[in-house]
């Protein structure tokens, strides 16, 4: 008897030990920035005063992304929609990436809301 609903394929593809090593990459890299910005300043609450000080370098820096983001979009979209129409896709492809932009416009204003409401 074998016992493969224990281990279900997609929990150890390649693809899942990416997403698991470049999650644990981002996590580390962030906690190492705080810890690193408290032991510069001196304590937690120098860190959040020093943060809420650059809050406006922050949402600069963020804008930016948003606009190298959106420039990149519109890049890609443009390439993938004329070589979906070479490959007779073209509907269904604009249904996927208009989902996608739905999906990332509502992540990106949601982010951007809970900021809002914390300061």
Known sequence: MSATWLRPRWLFSRRAAKTLVWTVAIIATAVGANVAGIYLVGSVAGWERWLAAAAGYFLVWRLCLYVATAYGWVWMRRRLLAREA?????????????????AGVIAIVALEASLLVQG
Do not use: C, Y
Not at 96 to 101: A, D, G, H, P, Y
């Open 86 to 102: 070479q490959n007779g896709t073209d509907r269904q492809a604009r249904r996927r990436l208009v989902r996608s932009e739905i």
